[in-house]
């Protein structure tokens, strides 16, 4: 958190300036009152004309000091809170996938939007409201020692009191500040889950039991709100309390001097008002400290996203696919003791174009993840034209591939936008990914380029956004496709149309993994992989792998 408020130093430092007038001003106002009833019992008109004047412009420079202070200082809370946003947004965004995947993405949601709030609230807010109260206290304890040094003794003793008993709540705070951060991000991940599958919902009759979950999430956020907001309350009621007693003490101790003659009833309501002050700088220093130590889970929370480094992949080398990818022993497991990749050894040639094929759950998916820089965790090796994926920025590895899953993302924009994703694109190579992907013939009367696709391409069929999926793919000029069921949402004749377009492409390397068994579309392959229960159990062209009446032939004879 140092160095957002570092980055605004300068802004910090003039809401401080314009603050410090405006307190040391507000406090000097004991001055002025002790001068008005002096100057009042002694009938002094004159004098008390002129002091009516100075008050008055006084005033107006502590009015216009209070309004730049209170400007500046709320620019410096949205500034870095802006900040804090964008760097957690962009630590997000360098997360490797299995790290992103790892965490729902709700809970995300929940430290963009909640923990930054809370953040604002209890530590950067606190923060500035603690450094303008503590100058509020220097400049009326030199006041008070001003007007009278046993009254700033007397003081000085009650504000200890004052300042020691909150913070015995200092670790109910943090603990309970951070128990309701966990169930505000609880809550996020449960209505996200449950707007998302809103028709499952519906068509499935669950409302009662998603409401009863959901009040469940509720109760619990409301349980540890009230919880944190019990403590705080007592904090506050504590500190307001024993502000009274230290105003009463001044008081009584102030009466006492004006009673022995040692100071005038002027200095009295001088006292009196500047012990106001001292005391309420104090009370909110007390209420806003241990708010401010209760944030850190909440900070460190925000400064692991915002501090990520991927320690998976940590290679720095530039990679290259001029020739292929091996794979050399390769072997992964998720779960200790549970292999699901089992020992595969296997050459990508570049251009050349490869189908997946095999029993759902044999690992080709893992297979593929495994090749484009998913998990790092596995044996063997994957080398790029030689040089082993370890050794690889693996940022600049993920960006030479094109995945195409069977659920396609689409963002909220128009069909050009989801394809050309915010880059320029020559008409020419967009018209060919229009042509190639099939795009072109959904776009008629009905739909055009400029279409909106809707939340996550709702406003288009889950064959068209497989089509956009390709489209992007292409103008976006990425060496090697796979498609995993990249086109098991369009209907046969396209899915034939769009992969052999596919296998036209020289330059481009196509790894599919398909469950349609089409023989005219598997004959375009240069070779099919077939995969058993972790392992390549053969390779070769669709028409040999017939004639060889092996494995795979039993399995293509069972799926037709
Ligand atoms: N993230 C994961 N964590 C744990 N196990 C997983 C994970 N992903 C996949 N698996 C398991 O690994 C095995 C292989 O899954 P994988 O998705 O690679 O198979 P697949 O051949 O692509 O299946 P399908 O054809 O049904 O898509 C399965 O038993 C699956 O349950």
Redesign the pocket.
């Known amino acids: 958190m140092k160095k957002y408020m570092l980055r605004n130093k300068g802004l910090l430092a003039m809401a401080l300036l314009f603050g410090t007038i405006f307190s040391v001003g507000s406090t000097l106002v004991a001055l002025i009152l002790k001068e008005v009833i002096d100057v009042s019992l002694s009938r002094d008109m004159s004098r008390f004309v002129t002091i009516v004047l100075q008050t008055a412009v006084y005033l107006a420079v502590l009015g216009v000091s209070y309004v730049l202070y209170s400007t500046l200082s709320k620019k410096f809370i949205c500034k870095v809170t802006r900040m804090l946003r964008n760097d957690a947004f962009g630590g997000i965004l360098k997360k490797n996938i299995s790290d992103f995947?790892s965490v729902n993405s709700a809970d995300y949601l929940s430290v963009l939007t909640n923990d930054v709030k809370n953040v604002e609230e209890n530590y950067v807010n606190p923060i500035l409201l603690c450094l303008q109260n503590i100058i509020v206290f220097i400049s009326s304890f030199a006041v008070m020692l001003y007007l009278s040094p046993l009254v700033t003794l007397c003081l000085f003793v009650a504000i200890l009191l004052l300042i020691a008993v909150p913070s015995f709540f200092q670790n109910g705070i943090q603990k309970r500040q951070d128990n309701f951060s966990k169930k505000q991000s609880g809550l996020t991940v449960a209505i996200k889950d449950f707007l998302s599958g809103f028709e499952v919902i519906r068509s499935y009759r669950m409302n009662s039991s998603v409401v009863k979950i959901f009040e469940e999430k509720n109760d619990t956020v409301y349980h540890a709100k009230y919880a944190l907001d019990k403590i705080v309350a007592a904090v506050e009621a504590l500190s307001i309390m024993l502000g009274i007693v230290v105003q009463c003490s001044v008081l009584f101790v102030s009466a006492y001097l004006i009673i022995t003659g040692k100071i005038t009833a002027g200095a009295l309501v001088a006292l009196v008002q500047v012990s106001g002050t001292i005391v309420v700088p104090i009370q909110i220093l007390s209420q806003n400290i241990p708010l401010i130590q209760g944030s850190k889970p909440i900070i460190e929370r925000l400064n692991t996203l915002v501090n990520y480094h991927d320690r998976t992949f940590t290679g720095t080398m530039c990679p290259t696919f001029k020739t292929g990818i091996t794979i050399k022993d390769l072997r992964f497991a998720?779960?200790k003791e549970q292999q699901?990749i089992k020992g595969i050894d296997f050459t990508f040639k570049k251009g050349e174009k490869y189908a997946i094929v095999?029993?759902?759950?044999?690992?080709?998916?893992?297979?593929?993840?495994l090749l484009t820089g998913y998990y790092d965790g596995f044996e063997g090796e994957v080398l790029f034209d030689g040089v082993d994926m370890r050794k690889l920025d693996i940022a600049k590895l993920n960006e030479m591939f094109a995945v195409i899953h069977q659920n396609v993302y689409m963002f909220d924009a128009s069909i050009k936008d989801n394809i050309c994703l915010n880059k320029q694109i020559k008409q020419i190579d967009l018209q060919r990914a229009l042509n190639m992907s099939g795009v072109e013939m959904f776009l008629g009367e009905e739909k055009s380029l400029d279409t909106s696709v809707g939340e996550n391409g709702n406003n288009i069929s889950g064959g068209q956004r497989q089509r956009v999926a390709v489209a992007r793919a292409l103008v976006q000029g990425k060496p090697i496709l796979i498609l995993?069921?990249g086109t098991s949402s369009v209907d046969m004749q396209t899915a034939y149309d769009i992969e052999s377009q596919l296998q036209k492409i020289a330059e481009l390397t196509v790894v599919t993994?398909t469950?349609s068994l089409n023989p005219e579309l598997l004959n375009g392959y240069n070779q099919i992989i077939f995969?058993e229960n972790?392992t390549i159990l053969e390779t070769d062209t669709f028409a040999n792998l017939m004639s060889a009446k092996g494995p795979f032939y039993d399995f293509f004879s069972l799926k037709k």
């Open positions: 995947k998720y779960a699901i095999g029993k759902s759950g044999c690992g080709k998916t893992t297979l593929i993840n995993d069921e993994i469950h995969m972790g």
